[in-house]
């Protein structure tokens, strides 16, 4: 990593961020100009205008020190600072080809990279200014400019010498150029085709999150209406048990069924008014203040009322967060699909155990539910969250998508590996200014 603090642009191609390729590029050219400087002077033993090749080049270091402190401050940096910058870049170049053969020189083809950046980011006026200052340049050292070394030994050597090594050095240069050209349009078409990749996913994640949404939002619509209805057929179902409990009072097997039929309309009944409470809070952001270790052990409460044949093994770390926590209600709910969801995978495998962990740190909440199933299908891992798919015969998927939409509502994520020794591990991180503790 550059000892450098490290940029952060407001988009891939923003101004600020071409000032500071540009700056990394002009330590890069500055570099190449010394080595070439240096070689050309004392292994070519060609005589060139050493120091007033060493002074060009140190100008444009200052004035790379100068753009990195610039970088380092607060202000915004606009599109005609950025052409200014090329303008400098260009008038520092022209002042080297200058003293170096001008148009003749090889390396005048390095005038094409500031544009090539510029087209990347800068607008069209700003990009038209940037394509006249480099034909401006090229013009210039096309007319004025020193000629090469060896034109000027043309009586120590002879023309056919003095010929053919110009050819040669000509050639060289033109090798070194078109590796320079080569990396460098490598490399910034690879990042600009790199990104382009990176947004075109975003943007279909979008894409489902916002058809996922919808169609939560439909579901939504219907439960409300759904529970209204629900409350005349549970009531029925409650007073007929009461009636089978008083006409067979002696029938213990029968009793116990019914004991277990009424505990679980009764539960029906308390779904229903908290899918109800759920809506309202939702709406008052209404949340409820609770240490990790009580958030745990409510949602084990409530999951053993409505599994009670499963095996829950529950561990909390030792370091758990032991600071209260910002909970809204949709998240507990979304801790119970997952419950819910491993249960049913453990089932398929005629296991009844389920694993359910939570730890914390400084800056994030870590919660994992583990089931004993046969493991989630490659495809339903990759969908899942995004789109209503289950790898259940009769499930409908949208345990997960409730799930995944409330975590990404409080900026976490939700990740699905499977687990070595068979199963998966479904883990949920929540950053803890997500889970801001209420005010007392």
Not at 62 to 78: E, K, N, S, Y
Not at 127 to 155: M, T
Not at 297 to 326: K, N, Q
Request: aromatic share 6%; hydrophobic share 50%; net charge neutral.
């Amino acid at each position: 990593m550059p000892s450098l603090p490290p940029l952060r642009p407001h988009t891939p191609y923003s101004p600020r961020a071409l000032a500071a390729t540009l700056a990394w590029l002009r330590v890069c050219a500055v570099v190449g100009q010394l080595v070439t400087v240096f070689a050309v002077a004392h292994l070519l033993m060609l005589p060139i205008a050493e120091a007033a090749l060493l002074a060009g080049i140190a100008a444009l270091a200052a004035f790379d020190v100068f753009v990195w402190w610039r970088l380092r401050q607060p202000w915004a940096v606009g599109e005609t600072e950025v052409v200014a910058h090329l303008a400098v870049d260009t008038g520092v170049l022209c002042y080297l080809l200058y003293l170096t053969g001008g148009a003749t020189n090889p390396f005048v083809s390095l005038y094409i990279v500031p544009i090539a950046l510029a087209a990347m980011t800068l607008s069209p006026r700003h990009l038209a200014a940037s394509v006249g200052i480099a034909c401006l340049g090229y013009f210039v050292v096309l007319v004025w400019h020193e000629p090469l070394p060896d034109v000027a030994s043309h009586a120590m050597h002879g023309a056919i010498d003095s010929s053919a090594r110009d050819f040669n050095l000509h050639v060289l240069g033109m090798a070194a150029n078109f590796a320079i050209s080569a990396v460098l349009l490598g490399f910034f078409i690879w990042r600009l085709a790199r990104d382009l990749r990176r947004r075109e996913t975003l943007a279909q994640r979008e894409r489902e999150r916002a058809l996922r949404d919808e169609g939560i939002l439909a579901i939504a619509t219907q439960a409300a209406g759904a529970a209204h209805e629900l409350n005349t057929p549970l009531s029925t179902i409650r007073t007929l048990v009461g009636e089978l409990r008083r006409e067979h009072p002696t029938d213990t097997p029968l009793g116990e069924d019914l004991a277990l039929l009424a505990s679980q309309a009764e539960r029906c009944r308390v779904i229903l008014r908290e899918l109800v409470q759920v809506g309202s809070a939702q709406l008052t952001e209404q949340a409820q203040a609770q240490t990790l270790a009580d958030f745990v052990a409510d949602c084990a409460e409530r999951f053993r009322l409505l599994r009670p044949a499963i095996t829950l093994d529950i561990t909390l770390a030792d370091a758990a967060h032991p600071a209260p926590l910002r909970i809204v209600p949709a998240l507990r709910h979304a801790i119970l699909n997952l419950l819910n969801n491993a249960a049913d995978a453990s089932a398929l495998t005629a296991s009844t155990k389920v694993e359910f962990s939570a730890r914390g740190n400084d800056t994030e909440i870590i919660i994992e539910v583990r089931d004993y199933g046969p493991g989630l299908p490659q495809a339903v891992r990759e969908a899942a969250g995004m789109r209503f798919v289950s790898a259940k015969r009769d499930g409908l998927g949208l345990g997960l998508a409730l799930t995944n939409a409330t975590i990404e509502r409080l900026h976490g994520t939700v990740h699905a590996d499977s687990a070595p020794d068979g199963g998966t591990v479904t883990r949920l991180t929540l950053p803890l200014s997500a889970l801001r503790a209420l005010p007392q």
